[in-house]
């Protein structure tokens, strides 16, 4: 059976949500592009890994420690937010990829160019995650991540962020805080790619400073912009179509990058709002037959 | 002498970032796009001088004319075919198209001429200076040349000719500039010709002193290049100069210290980011 | 549309025809992203080994086929495709032609699953420790190390030494091992600077070393890096031997440094100017597929492909007994970066080649055999 293949195709999308959610947050709500979030994936997937080996923290141990980590200093970064703003602000962030990176590969409490090998799989009363369970648990997660979105995009905060992300002295003059929710945009948005981080780190087994390069975090905008800014369902679509049909055309393997960033091109040209996006043709489409539907049980017709 | 020496090698480096900068600053201060596919070009200049060197000729001149032209025109279809339908959109829209369009490029060059590097075969005669004190090769003296004749001619165009004006107006309000019958269409394509064949000038020169031309050899540069725009104040070609040499000058000097062992590429986005805190519109720009 | 359905007909035709008839070796290498170029010239030596072995009738009567897939030099791609060969692909063994960052984390997941795994070229120390059915083919760091230290002493009589590393799990372990035991063969390290995967411009660099005036330049990188350290070293000036390894074993090499790479000794595991006929045969028939010469990582991947046969040949598909007859390899000559003398510690053991660049191409210098060269250290 492929089973176990289909799964580990499915952690890996999982994980991706997770970062897809987390940027949404941050870059769909708050209206701060980022292009640095396998910056924050990064940092949580070594805390996680160092945590793991070098003090010898269990997962679940280890998991509030890698949050409060991240959170910190997602905060830090998001820091220069504060100052910077649009064309500015996606170029810092372009640069915290390489920032990032280089620290781990200086440092050799991070282990420098060799990396950390044997990150121990998780366990659970006792017994380690099979390929099934680290498939249920990392959705564990991503439900987590959906439900905090959903709450989040309810409340007055996300109300507020995109207020100032439309027109920020707007937004000041009716007496929002404005740098206080673009901090805490940071800090919800990083944290979560920190859970992100640490489970690919236990999963994969070994982290190394290149796993968490620039076009990491290409990869994460533009599965949620392919998906859909701002909205939840694109979020998680988008990380799934991306993950998923590179799978699916191996078959073109030699032409996958290629196809992917003409894609990429193409969809933004023709349909910004993502594919599943506020008024886009697919959601549309897809609402208007939702619609037929119900009107034709409710009139009794076949 | 040593000091010399490594200033000779920083002029050089930083003859490149400026090169590669300058359309890159002169894209955002009409179109406020950041034009990642930039990168692209500057290997595609790259590659085209590549065919003419490896199936035309090895005159260096040749190739250099007809990789820039290739850039040239290359920046004018990505701006006319793409740029031009998306520019009222959000600005993250261009953006990412533009990073679409780079990763394609990238791909396409792959695909066409494989992964590997070539060696570019060019022949160039050209006086070499050796003193006492320090040696400039003769493609190091070439670079500087070539430079500060591009950027001579860049003051002359924009400050003495009607073109200079009209990008003028047009980074002033792009519709504004329109309405007072400045031909808006043909200044920015004007704008992407001249920023695209200085990149893809750059693409050549580098490819010449390096001796090598490669796919992914734009990754970098990309990103860096907008280093040096900010660092020069968004829009501001006089600023971009000086802040490629003095990012060159950092970086050349920082290299050369043997207990420096951080990696170079994020010196510059280090400072990127403490400029950004401390001067957010850049060293140069006006606050 | 004809076309199209006959192509489908003859595909599940010849799928129906490889399922029942053949033995699959799995393969995985960088085909796009920044490391394509290794990546393609890995599976091509594999293919080119594939191609030889099952001219000859195969192994055991079957044909062998190679299932391949492309990681990107990325760890999760890696995991994901490691679970296809192993599950969809069900391969009896798996070879890989990819860096150290996707095949460690791949080698975790043949190691669980139970299916033996061999690495082509892929240096980082951990990847054989993952456990007892992950085995490399290529030279390890610390033999290549060593080695490259006891030539630049003993051989080539260097005193002051500068070392240049390149920052990345292959150059950093290379240094590590060369500096030791160059210091215990009472060598002076008088410079020594990391510098990032990828990096043009060693001016500043080579300046500074100039100063130094070693006699001899242990410089870590493959090929493109090795080009331009080398060609501007001699720009500068700079007349000491420099001193390369297996990274700077291709053919690219010496183009893009042309006439700079005169002189440039490396220490590697390829010897061109064997005698023995199947290196000439592999070295002639790579050239003739792809129109440029082989390197080592080509070289690496037919071994691995061959040392993959050689054990189904021997052992059947099982995979204990597989990696029993990769432990039990001794002198196996039918290899082109060999002859292998055994498996020790799953890692192979080799004579150590030593080539130097001269008119244009690699040529024979020296071969160490001396057991405490060829044997890790350790073992």
């Known amino acids: 059976m492929t089973l176990g293949y289909l799964l580990t195709v499915g952690t890996f999308t999982g994980i991706f949500m997770i970062l897809t959610l987390s940027l949404n947050i941050l870059t769909g709500y708050a209206k701060q592009v980022s292009l640095g979030h396998a910056a924050f994936f990064g940092i949580g997937a070594y805390a996680a890994a160092i945590l793991a080996t070098k003090f010898g923290l269990s997962f679940w141990a280890a998991l509030p420690c890698v949050v409060a980590v991240t959170t910190v200093v997602g905060i830090f970064l998001g820091l220069p937010s504060l100052r910077v703003s649009h064309d500015f602000l996606v170029l810092s962030t372009i640069g915290l990829n ?137 979020a998680v679509f988008g990380a799934l179509l991306l993950q998923v049909l590179p799978e699916a055309l191996r078959f073109i393997q030699d032409y996958r990058m290629l196809v992917s960033g003409a894609v990429l091109a193409l969809m933004m040209v023709f349909q910004p709002m993502g594919l599943l996006g506020k008024g886009s043709f697919l959601y549309l489409r897809s609402l208007g037959i939702l619609r037929h539907f119900r009107r034709g049980v409710a009139s009794g017709a076949p | 002498m040593d000091f010399l020496q490594q200033l000779v090698f920083a002029l050089v480096l930083g003859s490149s970032y400026a090169l590669i900068a300058i359309g890159l600053t002169m894209v955002y201060g009409i179109l406020k796009v950041l034009h990642v596919a930039h990168a692209g070009i500057y290997t595609l200049g790259a590659y085209m001088a590549l065919l003419v060197v490896t199936h035309l000729t090895r005159n260096f001149w040749v190739a250099l004319l007809l990789g820039m032209v290739a850039a040239g025109l290359a920046g004018v279809l990505i701006y006319r075919g793409v740029y031009y339908y998306i520019l009222r959109r959000p600005r993250i829209v261009p953006l990412i198209v533009s990073i679409g369009i780079f990763t394609a490029m990238n791909e396409l060059f792959r695909l066409l001429f494989g992964p590997y590097q070539h060696a570019f075969p060019a022949v160039l005669r050209f006086p070499m200076v050796i003193t006492p004190y320090f040696l400039i090769t003769q493609k190091q003296l070439l670079i500087i040349v070539l430079t500060t004749f591009f950027l001579l001619m860049l003051y002359l165009v ?52 390096r001796n090598m031309v490669y796919p992914t050899m734009g990754n970098v540069v990309a990103y860096k290049a907008f280093v040096v725009v900010v660092l020069g104040g968004f829009g501001s070609v006089r600023g971009s100069v000086i802040a490629g040499m003095l990012l060159a000058l950092v970086e050349t000097f920082l290299g050369s210290l043997e207990w420096f062992n951080f990696p170079r590429d994020a010196i510059a986005f280090l400072l990127l980011i403490l400029v950004l805190m401390f001067r957010p519109k850049g060293l140069f720009g006006r606050l | 549309m004809r076309k199209f359905v006959i192509g489908i007909l003859l595909f599940m035709f010849v799928g129906l025809y490889a399922t029942a008839e053949t033995v699959k070796i799995g393969f995985f290498a960088p085909l796009t992203g920044f490391a ?177 005036k070693p006699d001899l330049i242990w410089a870590t990188g493959y090929y493109a890096e090795a080009a331009n350290i080398v060609s501007q070293a001699r720009e500068l000036g700079i007349t000491a031997t420099i001193l390369g390894q297996e990274g700077y074993d291709s053919p690219k090499f010496i183009e893009l440094a042309g006439e700079a790479a005169e002189g440039v000794i490396i220490v590697t595991d390829l010897n061109r100017d064997s005698e023995r006929e199947i290196v000439q045969k592999f070295l002639a028939e790579y050239e003739e597929r792809t129109g440029h010469p082989a390197d080592m990582v080509a070289a690496s991947a037919f071994d691995a492909i061959k040392v993959a046969a050689y054990a189904i040949a021997q052992a059947g598909t099982d995979a204990e007994a597989i990696a029993a007859a990769i432990d039990n390899i001794r002198h196996m000559y039918d290899v082109v970066t060999g002859p292998f003398f055994a498996f020790l510690g799953r890692e192979a053991i080799r004579p150590v080649e030593v080539q130097i660049v001269k008119e244009g191409a690699f040529r024979f210098f020296h071969t160490f055999t001396e057991p405490e060269i060829i044997i890790p250290p350790g073992l």
């Open chain 3, 36 to 212: 394509a170029a290794d990546g393609h010239s890995a599976l091509a030596g594999a293919q080119i080994a594939v191609d030889f072995i099952n001219a000859a009738g195969g192994v055991n009567g079957k044909m062998i086929e190679l299932v391949y897939y492309d990681d990107a030099a990325r760890a999760d791609q890696a995991s994901a495709i490691a679970r296809k060969l192993i599950e969809q692909d069900k391969v009896v063994i798996a070879v890989s032609g990819s860096y150290s960052t996707p095949t460690r984390a791949a080698a975790k997941i043949f190691q669980e699953a139970g299916v033996p795994m061999i690495s082509a070229y892929a240096i980082h120390p951990s990847i054989i420790e993952t456990g007892h059915l992950i085995f490399r083919v290529g030279m390890g760091a610390p033999v290549e190390g060593v080695a490259g230290a006891y030539l630049a002493v003993k051989e080539l009589g260097a005193k002051k030494i500068a070392i240049l590393t390149m920052d990345n799990d292959f150059g950093v372990s290379l240094s590590e091992y060369f500096k030791d035991t160059a210091l215990k063969l009472g060598a002076e390290i008088v410079f020594e600077k990391k510098f990032p995967l990828g990096e043009k411009e060693f001016r500043a660099i080579l300046a500074q070393v100039r100063v130094k």
């Open chain 2, 158 to 209: 924009l400050n003495k000719t009607r073109v200079g004006l009209a990008w003028q107006a047009c980074s002033q309000d792009l519709s504004m500039a329109g309405a007072v019958g400045v031909p808006v269409d043909w200044a920015v394509a004007l704008n992407f010709l001249l920023g695209s064949a200085l990149a893809g000038a750059a693409g050549v020169l580098m490819a010449f002193y």
């Open chain 1, 98 to 234: 390489f920032i990032v990176g280089s620290v781990f590969k200086y440092f050799s409490f991070f282990g420098g160019s060799m990396g950390i090998v044997d990150i121990p799989t998780p366990t659970f009363f006792g017994k380690a995650f099979g390929t099934v369970g680290y498939f249920g648990l990392t959705f564990a997660f991503v439900t987590l991540a959906v439900l905090t979105s959903i709450y989040f995009s309810r409340t007055w905060g996300r109300l507020a962020m995109e207020a100032f992300g439309e027109d920020e002295t707007a937004a000041k003059a009716m007496g929002i805080n404005v740098a206080k929710f673009k901090i805490y945009a940071f800090a919800i948005s990083s944290a979560y790619a920190g859970i992100a981080g640490a489970l690919w780190a236990h999963y994969v087994g070994s982290v190394f400073p290149e796993n968490f390069g620039f076009d990491r975090s290409i990869d994460i905008l533009a599965m949620l912009v392919l998906g859909g800014l701002g909205t939840i369902r694109g």
